[in-house]
């Protein structure tokens, strides 16, 4: 059973400048997610199909006082890019178990949630794995169960559409080790540096986004 790619997280220091990237090169508009009490930080959200997305994300301007680490240097880099992505299993606490078993280690799943523009709390689990502090870009995902909350993809306007991902990485041999293990729907190539490398089809054409 394959590990779907859920959403993508493209990265970037202030919200609206980081929708205002991706609806220019896309011709898509985003939808307003919510906060993330937690971590600090808010998003937007554009649809790549019925259950994938991008997450856009940056510090929360409401949390000035926010004092934690917010997850994938979110605030911390020069230029808005695609940081991480998340692939998608049901029954995420026996996944974690059955990679194991196969020699990859992924963090015991966890709980969290979002307050919606609208008010609403929406929760999902989340297991990580961890990878080297020198890698800026996170290839590998992480992994998300909504449960029964409905897919972020479905609250959003369509016309765009994820075609492939791509991930280079100077490791490109034990990363895709993993991601057979992991079972994701990717192709892993060599590169100088871990880079995330998105196709997609909008009414643009195809664009790339990295």
């Given at each position: 059973m394959p590990s779907p790619t859920d959403h993508l997280v493209?990265?970037?220091t202030d919200l609206k400048d980081g929708i205002a990237q991706i609806e220019e090169l896309l011709s898509v508009?985003?939808?307003?997610g919510g906060r993330h009490p937690d971590m600090g930080t808010c998003n937007a959200h554009v649809a790549l199909g019925p259950e994938c997305y991008i997450e856009i994300i940056a510090p929360d301007p409401e949390q000035p006082d926010y004092r934690g680490v917010r997850p994938f240097g979110i605030g911390h880099h020069k230029t808005a890019r695609l940081v991480a992505w998340a692939a998608r299993r049901n029954n995420l606490s026996q996944f974690v178990q059955s990679v194991r078993t196969s020699g990859v280690h992924l963090g015991e799943p966890f709980s969290?949630?979002?307050?919606?523009?609208?008010?609403e709390t929406i929760s999902w689990e989340l297991s990580f794995q961890p990878e080297s502090d020198q890698d800026d870009i996170h290839v590998l995902p992480f992994f998300i169960d909504w449960g029964?909350?409905?897919h972020p993809a479905s609250r959003c306007k369509k016309g765009a559409t994820l075609l492939m991902l791509e991930l280079e990485h100077p490791e490109s041999e034990k990363i895709a080790r993993t991601a057979e293990v992991l079972e994701l729907e990717?192709?892993?190539?060599?590169?100088?540096?871990?880079k995330i490398i998105?196709?997609?089809r909008c009414p643009r054409g195809e664009v790339v986004l990295c």
């Open positions: 493209f990265a970037t508009p985003a939808v307003m969290m949630s979002r307050i919606t523009q609208e008010g029964s909350t409905a990717t192709n892993v190539c060599p590169g100088a540096l871990p998105a196709h997609i």
